[in-house]
């Protein structure tokens, strides 16, 4: 099955800097990797998310970019905030044998924006 | 436009009782996805659903664990005689198609004394 392993498992940075997590995967049929926003005792949310014939995807702050060839896909965060203070989670899905629905996640990266 | 709802956002069982975890999807959505998240870990799939079937239940244990999506009503996802190890924080996900994207629920965070 899937693997998806994720860097750092913490993060500190000033506020204003750029915050970056990576992220690899094992499966070559992987097709969709989301992002996920999670505050201390909320669900997760979605915060971007980018499919496996894009390369690159952008949203004001944050950006995901994702290298098929290597299995690696990145979160980019600028102008970090203290209200990006929370962990984020990345995660993956195939299309092997259909289960294009069972997202696999990464143990979570908790960034700390400090003011 | 509410999003997913799941109740109780607590829930604090001793062992050997039983917990019933409930998940309403979003308006629109008839997928539902249950995932475990155990301390400093990610999230686990647990169960797949559309209404009144399973669609896959590979990630949950065989034994004492089960779910269902009625035609109508949430989704429950049943533990009964649970213990220690169950304690963790259940989410519910929702999709309005198979392979669209997951929109999470609060969570139930069950604690087993």
């Known amino acids: 099955g899937e693997n998806v392993e994720q860097h750092p498992s913490t993060l500190s940075v000033q506020e204003g800097d750029s915050a970056v997590i990576k992220c690899t995967y094992s499966?070559?049929?992987?097709?969709?990797f989301p992002w996920y926003k999670q505050e201390l005792g909320k669900g997760p949310q979605l915060i971007i998310d980018?499919?496996?014939?894009?390369g690159e995807k952008k949203d004001q702050r944050i950006a995901v970019t994702l290298n098929k060839t290597a299995k690696h896909f990145s979160l980019h965060i600028t102008e970090t905030q203290p209200e990006d203070s929370a962990v984020y989670f990345c995660?993956?899905?195939?299309?092997?044998?259909?289960?294009?629905?069972?997202?696999?996640f990464g143990k979570g990266t908790l960034l700390t924006v400090n003011p | 436009n509410a999003g997913v709802m799941q109740n109780p956002r607590h829930l604090v069982r001793r062992r050997g009782q039983e917990a019933r975890l409930r998940c309403s999807p979003m308006?629109?959505?008839?997928?539902v996805y249950w995932y475990r998240q155990l301390p400093e870990e990610g999230l686990k799939f647990m169960v797949y659903?559309?209404?009144?079937?399973?669609?896959?239940e590979s990630g949950m244990p065989k034994e004492r664990f089960s779910a269902e999506f009625p035609k109508e009503g949430p989704s429950i996802l049943r533990i009964q005689q649970v213990v220690r190890g169950d304690s963790a924080a259940y989410f519910c996900?929702?999709?309005?198609?198979?392979?669209?994207?997951?929109?999470f629920g609060p969570g139930t965070r069950l604690t087993v004394l």
């Open positions: 996900a929702s999709s309005p198609g198979q392979g669209d994207t997951q929109y």
């Open positions: 499966d070559s049929a992987s097709n969709y």
């Open positions: 980018i499919r496996s014939n894009v």
């Open positions: 995660a993956a899905t195939s299309t092997y044998g259909g289960s294009n629905y069972k997202l696999t």
């Open positions: 308006k629109g959505h008839s997928h």
């Open positions: 659903l559309q209404k009144e079937n399973i669609i896959d």
